[in-house]
Structure formats: structure tokens, C-alpha cells
């Protein structure tokens, strides 16, 4: 037993790092820094994760419901209601397999993208009609897909984003939907017609879509990862790709989702098996880190107004939480493995009375 503060506090310190270890050896994600938010698992539950094949893209529906598309090829693949509070999931269509994204239309429909092979003008991009009951829950009564005709053929479409408002980019309403697909291209869709406009091609799998400013810090922009290329590329709105930042800084590797925090950063997740996908945080300059990691293929990010990420974890079918620290004056931000560290903090007092009592 260690015999005097410093090495009371290397032990401790040994201990956290041994159980962040064995933590994600395990299959547990982890938060790089701990003082950076808590990670909860919000579908802890193996019979709703079983409601949860190859989750994939996450959104918000009008009501503060978060909505998820199944990637799965099989008859069970769909949209499901996931009950952020409880973890409850609720299956509302199925028969529609690998919906790969999600986003809220302002009409508060939903649109959602199938990531199948093939050029084709329909079946490829749907508009989901949700079913509510009275206490505005969604339900399968009521839930339709639609698809939506286009004017050019969309291959392997993924990346989604609709605009919320008018920009230079476009009507509030158009979308932005990317190829998954070696020569993929980003097209802008106009649902009222179904016009597509190629707005930039030739790109290596283009993925992850995320159009924001960084919180007012930088021109609005589109953001596509581009999954082969191991890169993050900025699209202006009249076409203009470079890549962004200095993605060989973390190693990024298969980039796939791309989204916006509140907190004024950009956030993007690896699409690799477990211990080795990581959530990657770009600030505006384009300076990436490391956020978490330990994931097993994560995919969907989505924020809600308090601040949480919600995470898709596709390769084990289950959703995480990452809560912002709450600022406590004069007290460290523990958070996730900072649980650990404080229970051994608190056998401090313990162990010098120990020592104090066989010393007597």
C-alpha cells in the first residue's frame, strides 16, 4: 500500500488508466478527455437493441423524438422511435431495407435515404410521413414512405441535408443527398419537382453530410466526409471542394458521419470496428481531435437542445449519450472514467488513517 501522498496519487492515477484500459477492451467507448461529458448508454436493454440491426442515421422529429434508420438488409430494416428517457424503441415501418440517413423537413416530415446500388430516378430517397398518438408519441399508425422522383439518377445515396432556410445554397426545403460511390457526387434536389443539380463529383465515397458555420465562427458551408480519401472536404455553395484541416493530425480513417455541435465544433465519426471508431472533433481552423472512442462502427450524430450527442453505435445496435459537463466553481469537471477516479479518490481519507492506526 502506498505510504505517503505522491505515491497514493500515482497509484490512483495508474488505476484509472489501467480501468480506461480495460474499459475499452471491452467494448466500452470512452471519452478521450473525461472532463469533456459523460458517456451513457441509452438502450441498455439486449431485447430494444434487438430493434436496433445496423442502426445507422439519427434525427429529431418536431416533437423532440429521436427518430433512427435500420442499414439492415433484411425484412425487419425500417425507421424506429428510440425513447431517449426510457430506451423503449419502437419499430414504425419496416420492409424498406438500408435507410442509411435522416433529417427533419421544416414541414416536420422526415426524409430518409436507402442506400442501394443501381442508378435510379426513385427508390432511393423517401420522405417519412410520421404517426402520432395523442401525447404527439410516434406510432406505426399513421407512418408512410414516399419516394421521391428525381430528374437524374442517384446511386448508393447517403449523406443527407435538408436546408432549413434560405441560403445561398438553396430553398429552405432542398436537399443535399451524397453518392456513396467511388465517382459519387453531392446533388442538390428540389422535392417540389425532384430536380438534381450536381453541385460537386468525382468524389471518393462521399458520406456524411453536415452544412453549418461552426456557430457563426466561419462562412456557411457543406461539409462531406469522404470516406476513401480519409479526408473531410468543404463544398461552397458554387461548387468549390478543398479539404479541410489537417485530418492526418488524429490519423482519420473511413470518415462517415458529419455533424454540428452547439458548442461551436464540428463532429465526425470512424466507421470501424470495434475498439478502433472514434468520434473526431474539428474546430474551426480545421485543427482535428480526438473526442471518444472504443466504438464498434459508429455512425448518426444528433444534438438535442440541451446540448446531448446521441450517438448510433452500429456494429453492436445500440445508442449512447454524451452529456456536457456541468460546471461545478472550484471543482474539477469528472465525467464518464472520472466516476472511477473519484470512488478511489474518496479511500484517500481511508488510507491515511490506516496508515496513522499501524503507525500508533
Not at 434536389?189 to 438534381?196: C, D, L, V
Not at 456557430?215 to 456557411?220: F, Y
Request: glycine fraction near 10%; charged fraction near 15%; charge should be negative.
Amino acid at each position: 500500500m502506498p505510504n505517503s501522498l505522491p505515491q497514493v496519487c500515482h497509484f490512483l492515477i495508474l488505476l484509472g488508466a489501467l480501468s480506461l484500459a480495460s474499459t475499452e477492451a471491452l467494448g466500452q467507448p470512452v471519452m478521450v478527455n473525461p472532463a469533456d461529458g459523460t458517456l451513457t448508454l441509452v438502450t441498455p436493454s439486449a431485447a430494444e437493441q434487438a430493434k436496433l440491426g445496423r442502426v445507422d442515421g439519427l434525427d429529431f422529429d418536431p416533437f423532440g423524438n429521436l427518430m433512427a434508420v435500420l442499414e439492415i438488409s433484411d425484412a425487419t430494416a425500417g425507421a424506429v422511435y428510440i425513447d431517449k428517457l426510457t430506451g423503449a424503441v419502437t419499430t414504425l415501418i419496416t420492409g424498406v431495407s438500408r435507410l442509411d440517413q435522416i433529417a427533419l423537413d421544416p414541414s416536420g416530415d422526415l426524409w430518409v435515404t436507402r442506400e442501394v446500388g443501381g442508378p435510379s430516378t426513385s427508390n432511393r430517397i423517401y420522405r417519412l410521413v410520421v404517426g402520432y398518438d395523442g401525447s404527439n408519441t410516434p406510432i406505426p399508425t399513421g407512418t408512410s414512405l414516399t419516394t421521391l422522383v428525381t430528374s437524374e439518377n442517384v446511386d448508393h445515396p447517403e449523406g443527407l441535408v435538408v436546408l432549413e432556410s434560405a441560403s445561398a445554397f438553396g430553398n429552405a426545403g432542398d436537399l443535399y443527398v451524397a453518392e456513396d460511390g467511388v465517382s459519387g457526387g453531392v446533388y442538390r434536389i428540389e422535392p417540389a419537382t425532384g430536380t438534381a443539380t450536381l453541385l460537386s463529383g468525382d468524389l471518393n465515397r462521399p458520406e456524411g453530410m453536415a452544412l453549418g458555420t461552426f456557430s457563426g465562427q466561419a462562412p456557411s458551408a457543406l461539409y462531406v466526409a469522404v470516406t476513401l480519401d480519409h479526408v473531410i472536404k468543404r463544398i461552397e455553395a458554387d461548387g468549390t471542394t478543398t479539404t479541410f484541416g489537417d485530418p492526418a493530425a488524429v490519423s482519420l480513417t473511413s470518415p462517415d458521419n458529419v455533424e454540428f455541435g452547439p458548442d461551436g465544433y464540428m463532429y465526425v465519426t470512424e466507421d470501424r470496428i470495434a475498439p478502433n471508431s472514434r468520434i473526431i472533433r474539428v474546430a474551426p481552423d480545421g485543427t482535428h481531435s480526438v473526442y471518444a472512442t472504443g466504438f464498434d462502427e459508429a455512425q448518426g450524430m444528433i444534438f438535442d437542445d440541451n446540448g446531448d450527442m446521441y450517438v448510433a453505435e452500429q456494429g453492436l445496435a445500440r445508442i449512447w449519450r454524451i452529456r456536457p459537463p456541468s460546471a461545478v466553481p472550484g471543482l474539477p469537471a469528472f465525467a464518464g472514467n472520472g466516476r472511477f477516479l473519484l470512488a478511489l479518490l474518496a479511500l484517500i481519507p481511508g488510507v491515511f488513517a490506516l496508515r496513522r492506526r499501524s503507525a500508533t
